[in-house]
């Protein structure tokens, strides 16, 4: 060494420096890498890609590579270092190399690289593996023998370095991943993807039409009186049934019978030729299960019934795909029958409206974990009937009862004590 000019150690260190840099760019770029990206490119067959795929399915020899050529060229700058310091400043240039190569070392091969590295993962992972992977067929043997131990280490605690960590996301995790990706998925379709991942947590009986609300055709009526309820329904399909919903006969679907309603003998049994067997559905089905159903069925509607058989309402594949894409109504809250807008701000809301309706419509929190409707939510908190009507609160929502009949609360009136803050409109110049 004492026969290399000091010009030539120099300019070996400052290789050694940006060398070390490269390990340290190398390391935090491959780790920093969004895996379900890197995964896109591998099935695109991208070669970069394919690449650091390849390093990345053991990452402990990764690392391994890494490190070695890391330690190695650091240890040797810093022997280099040492021999210019002494040239130039004799036995107390040590002193001086070594502070000074720290924090050289810290700034241009540690701090700036990685920072960089984790800000352009890709742009420093990818070129950096044409270095790395045949580095790795060179080096085999020194990583394999460092990984042999460090790997043993780490089985004497019971981890197999081996076995590579799982990336799939949780239901919560990828709720969160949609939640957080900003302006790379517009709002409806973040809502549209928020909702996919509800549908296990929302049964059939949350958005079911209730058996009370149900419009359909009573076959004990008089035949005149069905015919003027087909020719002014707005729905597409109507339920039949004998006297009550809980004897449903069919389903009848109004493109079928609309070619018949010009005749003079229509009668019921035409009728009935023209319904589908009802289709039941089990309370307490969650939609995702529900939708396949009514996938493998070729059915669009479906009555709901209890354990014992009883009907509790319908529900229809219209039902699960708005709780997909929204409502289809432009204004739900406005032409909601069952929720009436008040001037002091709170609402006059039907006893028998489900609680998922209200929430939907005014964008409120009440609890939907018990009851379904506001009568339920009502006598659950209550844990008794009212006889007389009184006010009270649940939450951050003031109810007062304003009618009691039959057992029910047929009225309510709701007020939201914290509505949400509207956002302030800058003023016009």
Known sequence: MNDIPISILFGILGVLILMSAFFSSSETGMMSLNRYRLRHLVKSKDRAALRVDNLLNRPDRLIGVILIGNNFVNILASSIATIIAIRLWGDSGIAIATAVLTLVILVFAEVTPKTLAALKPEAIAFPASLILRPLLVVLYPFVWLVNAISNGLLRMVGVKAEEIGSDHLSREELRTVVT??????????????????????????????????????????????????????????????????????????????????????????????????????????????????????????????????????????????????????????????????????????????????????????????????????????????????????????????????????????????????????????
């Open 180 to 429: 957080e990706s900003g302006a790379i998925l517009p709002t409806r379709h973040k809502g549209m993807l928020l909702s996919i991942l509800d549908l296990e947590e929302v049964t059939v009986d949350d958005i079911m039409i209730p058996k009370h609300e149900v419009i359909g055709i009573d076959l004990d009526e008089d035949t005149d009186d069905i015919i003027k309820a087909l020719q002014s329904t707005q729905h597409t399909r109507l339920p039949v049934f004998k006297s009550d919903l809980n004897s449903p006969v069919g389903v009848l679907h109004l493109r079928k019978i609309s070619r018949l309603l010009m005749d003079d003998d229509l009668n019921k049994a035409k009728i009935m030729q023209q319904a589908v067997e009802p289709y039941f559905v089990p309370e307490g089905t969650p939609l995702h299960v529900q939708l396949v159903n009514f996938q493998k069925v070729k059915r669009r509607m479906g009555f709901v019934v209890d354990e014992y058989g009883d009907v509790q309402g319908i529900v229809t594949l219209e039902d699960i795909l708005e709780e997909i894409v929204g409502e289809f109504t432009t204004d739900y809250a406005a032409s909601s029958q069952d929720i009436h807008p008040q001037e002091d701000g709170s609402f006059i809301i039907d006893g028998l409206a489900t609680i998922r309706d209200v929430n939907k419509a005014l964008k409120w929190h009440l609890p939907t974990k018990g009851p379904k409707t506001v009568n339920g939510l009502i006598t659950e908190h209550l844990e008794t009937i009212p006889e007389h009507n009184l006010c009270f609160t649940i939450g951050n929502y003031r109810f007062e009862t304003i009618q009691i009949k039959d057992n029910l609360v047929k009225t309510a009136r709701v007020t939201n004590m914290k509505p949400a803050r509207k956002k302030a409109t800058p003023a016009a110049t």
